[in-house]
């Protein structure tokens, strides 16, 4: 299986959605899978849920993964009360993931 990086700035909001997004899903039309990687990422909005949401309802049609790494405590403690983190493959480090997935 094929796996593409991609490193999320600080912020994930209604700012920068539409070019993270057209990132990610860039990444998944290639036939690639996607890690996410989040270390730097301090905050996420809803609408920056709804890409990671979208993007891994795309990455699903094309048979393809994504996946999630390095969420700092302030977006963890956001998709735990929203419930979003139960969606996601998530890994604490890249070296996890890659121990646990490939690549």
Request: hydrophobic letters at 40%; glycine letters at 8%; proline letters at 0%.
């Amino acid at each position: 299986m094929n796996i593409e990086s991609y490193k999320l700035g600080k912020e994930l909001d209604s700012f920068n959605y539409q070019q993270v997004q057209n990132e990610i899903l860039a990444i998944l039309e290639k036939g690639c899978s996607a890690v996410i990687d989040m270390t730097a990422c301090t905050y996420i909005s809803s609408t920056g849920l709804r890409v990671l949401l979208y993007s891994k309802k795309v990455a699903a049609t094309k048979g393809l993964k994504l996946y999630l790494v390095g969420i700092g405590d302030e977006v963890n403690d956001i998709m735990n009360v929203t419930g979003f983190n139960s969606f996601f493959d998530i890994f604490s480090t890249m070296e996890e993931f890659r121990d646990r997935v490939g690549s």
